[in-house]
């Protein structure tokens, strides 16, 4: 029976999913995006060529491949012609291989504009945004406020974006904040346009027909499980359902049609933007994990902070999807260290507990477990046996504490650079 597989973020995003879906993509006929919007940023890289991806799946560069944007994403017209433009540019033919959901949501100019305004209201408080007006969509979307990309084909397109323009104007009287809504408006009106030229679908016949004519699907999330709207830090956390359900609702699928989970992690953590962060390195252990790891955001340019491996929030968000298949990466970034650790519980006003407690503002000691270092250039190995027993030791740790296979091990950022198990 045919079916979607879904890969996700398990820890705080940037865990490397735009590779390994490009990897996966070869096996998959259609590529599809569930939610999430320019916030992401998916890097690939193969051939000696790099790009990053926002709204856009990345079995884009596979040849003959179907590629959806679901209902559940939210689209900024002018990033989204900014990055087909680059794409054309390479030589990929997107306007052939891309399918546009009527249901997905825009973001509008005033959208980030807000997005803006509220974070700068908040001071320390703030979530450390993106600011690409993420919020703010997905608030109206909720608040059955937005427009669809669908709205774009009907003659009251302006009149309902005016409507909306006119509220999110009212709305920015609250803050001191400066601003030029008119700025980008003609920029995004002509990117709208531009979109018109792509395939715009109704999201759930084109999934269900996929599947009913026996071909698979890859769905791929952004963000990552701890920044679920609801199962992440709250507050701190992206505004979209970033857990293997959110491909249901972003998709149109049922729940039955789910096959495997892919949940896809870096071998320790990394978080950009606030909130909390329990195995937090401010050493120099941390700075080595960022300068070997690159930790940079893909979007933002942002340093990323870094930390050990967290195997509570692991365990914790494996629950939430029912992932069934791991996807280690980045182990080759701790290839120089003397030890490596892992979370294995945490301490909570006094009391150890291997649960993800629901106060953001607790005190949380992790506990560790401590694992001798590989000091093997990983890169270099070409297969499972090539593997230092080391690495090998930790690589069973993390199975035996979450009870699921690791089927993917990637050391390094390219393509190649992946050993299946
Ligand atoms: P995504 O948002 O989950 O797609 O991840 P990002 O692209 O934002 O960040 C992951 C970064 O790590 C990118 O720069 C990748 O090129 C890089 N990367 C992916 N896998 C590996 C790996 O196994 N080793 C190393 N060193 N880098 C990797
Ligand atoms: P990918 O798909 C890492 C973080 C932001 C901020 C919070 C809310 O590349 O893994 P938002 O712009 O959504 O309102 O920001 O979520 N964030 C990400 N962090 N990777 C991402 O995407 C992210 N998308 C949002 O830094 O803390
Ligand atoms: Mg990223």
Excluded at 229 to 255: E, K, N, R
Excluded at 264 to 288: H, M, N, Q, W
Excluded at 291 to 315: I, M, Y
Aim: hydrophobic share 35%; charged share 25%; glycine share 12%.
């Amino acid at each position: 029976m045919s079916s979607i597989d879904v890969v996700l973020g398990l820890q705080w995003g940037d865990e490397g999913k735009g590779k390994i879906v490009d990897v996966l993509a070869g096996r998959y006929p259609v590529i599809a995006r569930f939610q999430g919007g320019p916030n992401a940023g998916h890097s690939l890289h193969f051939d000696d060529k790099k790009f990053v991806l926002r709204s856009i799946p990345s079995g884009i560069f596979r040849e003959g491949s179907r590629n959806l944007i679901g209902n559940g994403v939210v689209i900024d017209p002018i990033t989204f012609k900014e990055e087909c433009e680059n794409l054309e540019k390479a030589g990929v033919p997107v306007k052939e291989r891309l399918f546009i959901s009527k249901k997905a949501h825009f973001i509008l100019p005033t959208h980030r504009i807000l997005d803006a305004a509220n974070e700068s209201s908040m001071g320390k408080g703030k979530i450390g945004s993106t600011l690409k007006g993420i919020g703010p969509a997905y608030t109206d979307r909720t608040g059955r406020n937005g427009l669809r990309v669908g709205d774009s084909l009907t003659d009251g397109f302006r009149s309902k974006f005016e409507a909306l323009k006119a509220k999110h104007l009212r709305l920015l009287k609250q803050y001191d904040f400066e601003y030029n809504a008119e700025e980008n408006e003609q920029k995004w009106f002509e990117a709208v346009d531009y979109m018109k030229g792509f395939k715009i679908v109704n999201g759930e016949y084109f999934v269900n027909g996929i599947l009913e004519n026996g071909e698979n699907i890859l769905a791929e999330g952004a963000q990552g499980s701890m920044l679920d709207i609801d199962f992440g830090s709250y507050p701190f956390v992206t505004s979209s359902s970033t857990i293997c359900a959110g491909a249901c609702i972003g998709l149109g699928a049922s729940p039955s049609k789910i096959g495997d989970v892919y949940g896809i992690f870096k071998a320790y953590c990394t978080r950009v933007g606030s909130g909390p962060f329990p195995t937090e390195l401010f050493d120099e252990t941390g700075a080595e994990l960022q300068k070997r790891g690159a930790e940079f955001g893909a979007v933002t340019g942002r340093p990323r902070r870094t930390g050990w491996l967290d195997l509570v929030a692991l365990k914790y968000v494996v629950m939430l999807s029912g992932v069934t298949k791991l996807i280690m990466m980045k182990s080759d970034v701790m290839d120089t260290f003397k030890t490596v650790k892992a979370a294995t519980s945490y301490i909570v006003n006094g009391e150890e507990t291997t649960e993800v407690p629901f106060d953001i503002d607790a005190e949380i000691t992790p506990v560790y477990t401590e694992f001798k270092g590989w000091n093997t250039d990983l890169s270099k190995a070409k297969s499972e046996e090539g593997l230092p027993e080391e690495f090998r030791n930790y690589v069973r740790f993390i199975e035996d504490y979450l009870g699921v296979p690791i089927k993917i091990i990637s050391i390094g950022p390219d393509r190649t650079e992946t050993i299946f198990r």
